[in-house]
């Protein structure tokens, strides 16, 4: 006998396989041929019918009872996680137990496969910092309890049609209620058997728990159904209804298929149609009940799984994936705002815009509007203005935009609601949670290209409202568009959106206000103890010495409260324009050039840096500046140029003869004051003095250096200024001397400074910037470079570029770069134009603004 009952087992084992095709495919046959007859008997066109009456409401209290239904299930795991931590897994936060337990039972509850997707979901979850082959043996053990609240209900149901309800057509049933009641006692004296090994960690308070949470599981779906139903008014009572869902929920949960899905709906659709309800009627209910118990919830764990999992890729990917959807959504919620302003403000000006084009009849559906043509021209530019904000990324603009979007999305859904309307406002809510880190700038600062863009735009719609004035109540658009509408609004509605129109404005410009205002400063003003300290640490630069002139502001790194370096800068528009390498601690430039770039760029600036040299502008490039060539700055080799040979030349021979005597200052007398500024009057003929990149007379600057003066018969008829700069190298800045003096005068002053500097021990002069020169000269250089280089060869009309070459040439050694950076993503035509702005700012009579950004003597 034992012989015969192991060799029919092992019969069975070898064919398993086998004998579960052909269980499942007796199934899904019978599933197919009952589908098969049920559709013939009804008419789809009832169904989707039926499905269209249910008010908003009701769809709403659905889907919050199918949330609902499913919360009993995460008691699973609350017994899961206590087991486990009996046997050494570290507790777990509360926040990460939720989130596991909805995940992995709202993916098991529709994609079950038997309980393997939940074990390893769950072993995914808890098996961190603990064995995860344990983790999966406890949720097995798990898994053998999930039936008993069935069975607890089949027991119930039993009793109920037997002895309840005795006229109930379900008797017939008795069989499956009947041997369904036995799992649950089968179950727990198998546990009690084994109490003492393999479930002693669940004995008993972990059994109770399991058996709560069973119950908890198939109650809920039970009530899911049932309110269901009650919310479609399908006339019925629901407690004559509920053996039946009993019984195919436990005939279709034996059939192993995840949900009962098939079996279940077919068994209803049958027993429901035995209790008078029509069968489009069933099918509506099973659809709305596989909907919002088992597909909605599946939603959820699948987008909270995703996010779950979008976060571990994301960190071993360095943040890369979040930032590349941060930005994407930032792009798609400018977009929309952009969007909601301009629609807004058209439909403020024009009453029939879907008469114009295709186009606005498919946009006009997903955008706001009031019906109220102030409040919509008010809420449009509001829009507008805070569109420009956020695609700046400016914080206080962020809140505000929520608001607006929450007052347009729900005025505009409580009037008009459809599925496409509600998942556009979905998405774009979506964007903005996605994007809320995008938002991190203290004050709004418009940029020149930003003003170029809106002030189209705002042209573009000032233009239509305008043109909509001239024609109101003059013509129909049957003139344009077939005598079907009328295009313009007439002169009273015209008249009051224009007065709409100017709070519009006045609210916008106070909205900029508002998102422009911070405290906050970038950099301070000039400190001349602290400017010089730094100087005598770590010596100057060859536009230290420019940056004591007034108007610069400046911004000082510091290490362990102690000053390491420092920028010198001005402000135009968006830009803060850095004037040459900054000054301090050469180990610091690094650390000192980030911390200058994300303080500028919280506070709505792009730095950019002019005259810097090579090694500077390398690293700039590094941290992410483009850059382009601006000149070459002469520099002379005191320690092996042959100075005595100037001395001896015919002009400066012929200018001592002529009675011409150089006189060299460290500190300028006070009587020279007035015969220097005379001069430096008459040099610039009328003109203002250049702003920025370059000296300029100033009497506290001038008397900040060393001064050489030239006289002739006691009268002084020019002077120069000296630059320091480094310790080994000088220069010099203001080169002034009589219009009616001779040229050579220049070279005269210039030779001699020379050699006060080989005096004084420098090893270097510099005789600056050369504009322009050795710029974009081949075939490989930048295409800026190349236009530079084409207005230096046939640029002389108002500049001469070669010829400030030439005259330096003679007295150079060797040339070095300088540079002009700029970060990436800004305009380099715009960041020119800012950077000419600037230096032209104080000018009065000058005849080019190129001249002042590039003309260094």
């Not at 135009?572 to 850095?578: A, D, L, M, R």
Request: charged share 15%; proline share 2%.
């Amino acid at each position: 006998m034992k012989n015969k009952r192991y060799l029919m087992l092992q019969w069975i084992k070898e064919h398993s396989l086998i004998l579960k095709l052909i269980f499942f495919g007796s199934v899904l046959v019978f599933v197919a041929n009952q589908v098969a007859n049920i559709a013939n008997g009804m008419s789809w066109q009832d169904i989707w019918q039926r499905m269209g009456q249910q008010s908003h409401m009701t769809i709403l209290l659905m889907i919050l009872a199918g949330l609902l239904g499913v919360t009993p299930m995460l008691l699973y795991d609350w017994v899961t996680i206590r087991v486990l931590e009996k046997q050494g897994k570290p507790k777990m936060e509360r926040k990460e137990f939720l989130l596991a337990a909805w995940v992995t039972n709202t993916i098991n509850n529709l994609a079950g496969f038997g309980g393997v997707v939940g074990a390893s979901l769950r072993a995914s979850f808890y098996g961190k910092q603990t064995n995860r082959k344990m983790v999966l043996v406890t949720v097995s053990k798990v898994a053998l309890f999930m039936l008993t609240g069935l069975s607890v209900w089949s027991f119930l149901t039993f009793i109920d049609v037997f002895f309840i309800q005795s006229e109930s057509i379900f008797r017939s049933y008795w069989i499956w209620l009947f041997g369904g009641s036995f799992l649950a006692p089968v179950i727990f004296f198998f546990a009690y058997l084994k109490r003492k090994t393999l479930f002693s960690e669940f004995y008993p308070k972990g059994l109770l728990g399991l058996l709560l949470a069973s119950f908890g599981q198939w109650t809920g779906a039970l009530a899911v159904f049932l309110t269901i139903g009650k919310l479609m008014r399908i006339d019925i009572s629901m407690f004559s209804i509920y053996p039946m869902f009993m019984i195919a929920t436990l005939i279709g949960m034996l059939t192993m298929v995840p949900g009962g899905m098939g079996t279940f709906d077919v068994l209803m659709i049958l027993g429901m149609s035995q209790l008078s309800v029509r069968q489009d009627v069933a099918v509506v209910w099973l659809l709305y009940y596989r909907l919002f118990y088992y597909v909605l919830p599946f939603l959820t764990g699948l987008l909270l799984f995703i996010t779950h999992t979008g976060v571990k890729i994301n960190r071993f990917l360095d943040n890369i994936p979040r930032l590349f959807f941060q930005k994407v959504a930032h792009i798609v919620l400018v977009s929309a705002v952009y969007f909601a302003g301009i629609m807004m403000v058209l439909l403020s000006t024009i009453t029939n815009l879907s008469a114009i084009s295709r186009l606005f009849q498919v946009l006009l559906p997903f955008s706001f509007n009031f019906l109220d043509q102030t409040l919509n021209l008010l809420v449009g530019f509001l829009l507008l203005g805070l569109a420009r904000a956020l695609s700046v990324k400016v914080k206080k603009a962020f809140l505000p935009t929520i608001a607006l979007l929450a007052f347009g999305i729900l005025n505009t859904i409580t009037r008009t609601l459809s599925w496409q309307l509600l998942l556009v406002y979905v998405l774009i809510l979506l964007a903005v949670w996605l994007s809320r880190k995008e938002f991190y700038r203290t004050k709004f600062v418009y940029s020149w290209g930003a003003i170029l863009f809106d002030a189209s735009l705002f042209g573009f719609l000032f233009i239509v409202y305008a043109i909509a004035g001239y024609h109101s109540g003059r013509f129909l658009v049957g003139r344009i568009t077939g005598n079907h509408f009328i295009l313009f609004p007439s002169d009273d509605v015209w008249f009051s959106g224009l007065v709409g129109l100017g709070i519009s404005l006045l609210a916008l410009v106070a909205l900029y206000q508002y998102l422009a205002e911070d405290t906050t400063t970038l950099g301070i003003e000039y400190e001349k103890e602290r400017f010089d300290r730094l100087l005598e640490t770590y010596g100057g630069t060859a536009t230290s010495h420019q940056l004591r002139l007034p108007g610069y502001s400046y911004f000082y790194y510091q290490k362990g409260d102690h000053d390491q370096v420092v920028f010198g800068y001005q402000i135009k528009g968006n830009k803060c324009f850095v004037l040459g390498d900054p000054i301090g601690n050469p180990k610091m430039m690094r650390a000192a050039t980030n911390q200058f770039m994300k303080r500028a760029d919280c506070l709505g600036y792009q730095l950019a840096f002019y005259k810097i040299s090579e090694s500077y502008v390398v690293m700039l490039h590094e941290l992410g500046f483009h850059f382009t060539k601006v000149g070459e700055a002469g520099i002379v080799d005191l320690a092996t140029e042959d100075l005595s040979r100037l001395s001896q030349q015919l002009e400066y021979q012929r200018l001592m003869k002529e009675g011409y005597h150089f006189t060299w200052y460290d500190q300028l007398p006070e009587e020279l004051h007035q015969a220097v500024n005379e001069i430096s009057q008459k040099w610039l003929h009328g003109a203002r003095e250049k702003y920025f990149s370059v000296g300029r007379f100033d009497e506290s600057y001038v008397l900040s250096s060393g001064v050489g003066i030239v006289r002739k018969d006691q009268k002084v008829v020019g002077f120069i200024t000296a630059q320091p700069m480094t310790k080994e190298q000088a220069g010099y800045d203001l080169l002034r001397i009589l219009p009616e003096e001779p040229e050579e005068l220049a070279d005269y002053l210039l030779a001699n400074l020379f050699i006060v500097y080989e005096k004084m021990g420098y090893l270097e002069a510099n005789l600056g910037l050369a504009p322009l020169a050795n710029v974009g000269e081949t075939d490989f250089s930048f295409f800026q470079e190349k236009v530079m280089h084409i207005v230096y060869n046939y640029g002389n009309f108002f500049y001469s570029f070669q010829s400030a070459y030439e005259k330096k040439l003679k007295y150079v050694d060797h040339w070095e770069g300088r540079y002009f950076a700029y970060r990436k993503g800004s305009n380099f035509g715009f960041a020119t134009m800012q950077l000419l702005s600037l230096i032209g700012k104080e000018k009065g009579n000058v005849p080019s603004l190129a001249e002042e950004v590039l003309t260094e003597l």
